[in-house]
């Protein structure tokens, strides 16, 4: 591993930043306890799961798929229209 190997490589690349998307919404799906943050997304997750993995490639030095297909993710903007206070938060980080 060189030092300039960005993150997105070190973790593990496009199957493991999959991986863990799938199992983030996995969770979510199955999981009581993040119910809120659930009740924020559609029924079907299968657009989420695509973004998010967009979103997270970029962010973490893979390919720039997000801002090539959305442009610059302005998450604030984005999110404004959800109602994200501290339970949301916290059943979103966990």
Known sequence: MSS??????????EPALRQFV??????????????HVR????ADLSNARDRL???FGGMLGGLPFYME????????????????????????LL
């Open 22 to 35: 799938e199992s983030l919404y996995d969770f979510m799906d199955e999981s009581p306890v993040v119910e």
């Open 4 to 13: 300039v190997d960005s993150l997105y490589t070190r973790l593990g690349g």
């Open 39 to 42: 009740g924020m997304h559609p």
């Open 69 to 92: 297909a959305f442009g610059h993710p302005r998450l604030r903007r984005r999110h404004l229209k959800f109602g994200i206070g501290n339970q949301a938060r916290d059943e979103w």
């Open 53 to 55: 993995f967009m979103f």
